[in-house]
């Protein structure tokens, strides 16, 4: 596997969130899944695809169940007010501004995605120069609206193939929602590119959170370079709930 430390790539996993859709007082991340907890899988992973030695984790204020099981493998930042994927993100910058150049998110709570595919993702970024590269998976929606995947935005692409916005499902177009590829929110930023824009983010939206998402639109308004590069529908696999711990459980079987 590809060596990228040398591009000074960084990896930070969001892990803040509470267990509540999990019907649980343990921290989702914390929920086990084939003999260790969520967070570790998505750890393992990351260190496993070499683009960097050690994540970076966002953790939660109310408690420490994710540093004292994770140990040395990570750094941590903790994110006080839980306001969107946008704001855990953002919460890395005191740690990494200034030492690396490009910043990957991933998540904690997303166990699937493959040493390999996080390696390709830094690598398509680096080679490419791009200022913002994504992951995007094509879906099939076997089963319409009870498919995988089928809450996940959809890629807007222009007739070369470029892609010219991610919408959410819920601001979807009738024609918008019956596309097939979808954005499961794996992304590498340029770092100093990242910085200067998380601070840009509003929350005007149903959920007053400041999202990742939002920072797309604004590189493809800027006419920025921005990737893309496939991944597996599994990869992008999300436990949002016991009945997808279940589900999980017997891939991983």
Not at 125 to 136: A, F
Not at 159 to 170: C, M, N, P, Q, Y
Request: net charge negative; aromatic share 6%.
């Amino acid at each position: 596997m590809s060596q990228h430390k040398h591009n000074n790539v960084a990896i930070v996993i969001l892990a803040a969130g509470d267990g509540t859709r999990m019907k649980s007082d343990l921290p989702k991340v914390m929920h086990d899944l084939g003999g260790k907890p969520l967070i570790a899988h998505a750890v393992e992973n990351a260190i496993a695809s070499q683009v960097t030695e050690k994540p970076v984790v966002v953790v939660s204020p109310k408690h420490t169940l994710v540093q004292d099981f994770l140990g040395d493998r990570a750094w941590y930042v903790v994110q006080a007010e839980r306001r969107g994927t946008g704001h855990a993100a953002g919460m890395a910058q005191p740690v990494l501004e200034g030492k690396a150049e490009h910043v990957i998110v991933l998540y904690g709570d997303m166990p699937f995605l493959t040493p390999t595919s996080i390696a390709h993702l830094a690598e398509t970024h680096c080679t490419e120069g791009n200022m913002v590269t994504m992951m995007t998976v094509q879906a099939t929606f076997e089963h319409g609206a009870a498919s995988p995947l089928y809450d996940f935005g959809r890629i807007i692409r222009n007739e070369a193939g470029e892609i010219i916005d991610s919408v959410e499902l819920k601001d979807a177009t009738a024609e918008q929602a019956a596309l097939t590829e979808v954005n499961p929110c794996y992304y590498a930023f340029q770092a100093s590119w990242l910085w200067a824009h998380v601070v840009k983010l509003t929350a005007n939206n149903a959920q007053g959170e400041y999202y990742l998402t939002d920072l797309v639109k604004m590189a493809i308004q800027e006419k920025g370079k921005l990737g893309s590069i496939d991944v597996d529908p599994q990869e992008a696999t999300g436990i949002n709930s016991p009945e997808d711990l279940a589900r999980a459980l017997k891939h991983i079987i």
